[in-house]
C-alpha cells in the first residue's frame, strides 16, 4: 500500500475496514506501516492493513476515519490496555513483545469480525 489512499479508494477495496477513533490501538498500531487519506484541508486518518488468516483487513484509525465496522469502545481499550501491559514488561525481548503484539492483533481483528 502506497503512503496516500483516498477514502473512496480504501471503501472500495471490497475488504472489510475496521473503523476507530484517533488513538484507541495507538499501542497495538504504532509499529506498524500505515497510509493515509487527508479531507479538504487537513489529515483525516491514518490507514492499516492486516494480513488476517489470508485476507487484507484493513484499520482506518484517526479524527475522522471511515469503515464498514466499528467496534465497541470497550473491546479497543480491552486490547491496547493489553498491548501496554506487555510494551511495558520489561522481562521480556523486544522480539519477543512484537510477537504477543501481533498475535494480539489477530485476536483483535478475529473478534471484531466475529
Keep these: 500500500m502506497s503512503n496516500y489512499i ?10 472489510p475496514v475496521i473503523c476507530i477513533n484517533y488513538c484507541k490501538l495507538q499501542t497495538i498500531l504504532n509499529r506498524y506501516t500505515r497510509a493515509y487519506y487527508t479531507g479538504s484541508k487537513h489529515w483525516d486518518a491514518d490507514v492499516f492493513a492486516v494480513d488476517y488468516e489470508g485476507t487484507l483487513v484493513y484499520i482506518c484509525t484517526g479524527k475522522s476515519p471511515s469503515g464498514t465496522i466499528e467496534p465497541p469502545k470497550e ?3 480491552k486490547y ?5 501491559e506487555i510494551s511495558r514488561n520489561t522481562s521480556l525481548k523486544s522480539e519477543y513483545k ?3 503484539i501481533d498475535k494480539l492483533l ?3 481483528v478475529r473478534e471484531v469480525l466475529a
Design 6 to 15: 483516498s477514502k473512496s479508494e480504501l471503501l472500495g477495496l471490497g475488504s
Design 80 to 84: 491496547d490496555n493489553k498491548a501496554k
Design 98 to 100: 512484537n510477537k504477543l
Design 106 to 108: 489477530k485476536e483483535y
Design 75 to 77: 473491546l479497543n481499550k
